[in-house]
């Protein structure tokens, strides 16, 4: 399964990470000799645990030539290890009661199960098989490949905005691996054999590059004791060498048409931002987070009262920002002109910048500010109540190399960004020089 890092291509999206000031909920960590890390948070309202281990590797981790890789992996990390044959081990979860998934992204790879707290043993069991003796037969890759070409082929070649928007992020993203695709480029999965794999897990799936994250209800020490059993004697190894994708600071404005099997133009425009991993001020990301929620944070954003009603230039339109990444984010903007109006994808992006220049030239009242700093606040209190989430939030602050102990600061960060701090950040980031674009169109638009 891919997860998608970024925003998702016309959909109305303004991520952030949930914040866990609840002092009832300890969390512990602990570091074992070969370099596992592990995060225990203890919530005990209900007898169950969610269990992810986190593999700091994705697809901005590969070369050219070599995509693909790390999705591919992902799938066949449920074909038999040394204790277990092909899908045996999701046969004994499943007869358990156990629910498991995996994903990945560009920075990392994951793989989770939320059961009963008594599975426990048999879920880290399995898991550490797994990490130190995965199998790797030749003919169950050569089946699930063609699994994950028939994945590409719905998730993206056959589907309009999937293929937009991967094109549009290869665009968007010059200098890093960002523009890599998770699931990979067609080309290199026709030409991807079962030793490109092998390599691949030989060289970055190993004890110390990777976090195991345990919420729920359990205990630091039954936990340290099935962890010490089932992972220490895993060795570490000593050639894990990472650099952040960093990007060009100013790219220069790029611009894509792409013509898809779809019934409607639509717009998207992304700046190249910085992430919390590569910022210099943490206040501008904080600052990026409330100009998304002041945009596209319900009925009363200026996207929807702007755009949407008062101009009726769009149907529907929304922005993303993604704050924890390994290297250098994207701040974007998704719109569907209101055709029936007569409105065009150039009187849409013409109104988006009249939103930016507002964004440059006034700083919002704070009466504006306080109220869309009181949804997003709300909505990340909201959030602590799962057990996946909060599990979700550590890792992948772990994953990038960020403390966890940040999830518990953002409120405090949030309240203290100012109006001008969401004047400055705009006029910092939204800029032409910072601009891919990308207009895309109905196929029979098409002029040869």
Excluded: C
């Amino acid at each position: 399964m891919i997860f998608r890092n970024f925003v998702m291509l016309l959909g109305v999206v303004s991520f952030t990470f949930p914040i866990f000031a609840n002092n009832a909920l300890v969390t512990h960590e602990f570091t074992l000799a070969n370099g596992l890390k592990v995060i225990v948070r203890e919530d005990h309202r209900a007898p169950i645990a969610v269990s992810q281990l986190w593999y700091k590797v994705g697809s901005s981790f590969e070369a050219p030539g070599s995509t693909g890789l790390s999705h591919a992996l992902e799938h066949m990390m449920f074909k038999g290890s040394s204790k277990v044959g092909a899908g045996e081990a999701s046969q004994i979860l499943r007869d358990l009661g156990v629910e498991e998934n995996a994903f990945t992204t560009e920075d990392m790879t994951v793989y989770y199960q939320v059961f009963a707290k008594n599975r426990l043993p048999v879920v880290l069991e399995l898991e550490a098989d797994r990490m130190a003796s995965l199998k790797l037969p030749s003919d169950e890759f050569i089946k699930e490949l063609e699994v994950i070409k028939e994945e590409r082929r719905l998730r993206t070649d056959d589907n309009p905005n999937g293929l937009a928007y991967e094109r549009f992020k290869s665009l968007v993203y010059p200098a890093s691996g960002y523009h890599n695709p998770p699931i990979g480029w067609k080309f290199d999965l026709d030409r991807m054999a079962i030793n490109d794999l092998r390599a691949w897990y030989k060289r970055w799936y190993a004890p110390n590059n990777a976090i195991l994250v345990i919420v729920g209800d359990v205990t630091l020490a039954e936990v340290k004791k099935q962890v010490n059993q089932w992972f220490a004697a895993i060795p570490r190894k000593s050639n894990i060498i990472t650099k952040k994708p960093l990007e060009l600071d100013k790219p220069g404005e790029r611009e894509l048409t792409i013509h898809v099997k779809t019934q409607l133009p639509s717009l998207l425009m992304g700046f190249n931002v910085p992430s919390l991993a590569t910022a210099q001020q943490t206040r501008e990301i904080y600052a990026l987070e409330l100009i998304a929620a002041l945009l596209d944070g319900g009925d009363s954003a200026r996207l929807a009262t702007e755009l949407e009603l008062k101009q009726e230039l769009v149907t529907s339109a929304g922005v993303g920002y993604y704050a924890v990444a390994r290297g250098d984010s994207l701040f974007i903007f998704n719109a569907l002109p209101n055709v029936q109006k007569g409105k065009t994808i150039a009187d849409v992006e013409k109104g988006i910048w009249q939103l930016i220049d507002q964004l440059k030239s006034t700083p919002p009242s704070k009466e504006e500010l306080e109220r869309i700093r009181a949804q997003l606040i709300a909505s990340l209190v909201y959030a602590r109540d799962s057990i996946s989430s909060q599990a979700m939030t550590i890792g992948m602050l772990e994953a990038v190399d960020l403390p966890w102990q940040l999830a518990d600061k953002e409120l405090a960060e949030l309240q203290a960004v100012t109006p001008k701090d969401i004047q400055a950040a705009a006029q910092t980031y939204f800029t032409r020089d910072r601009l891919t674009i990308a207009h895309v169109l109905p196929e029979e638009n098409k002029h040869d």
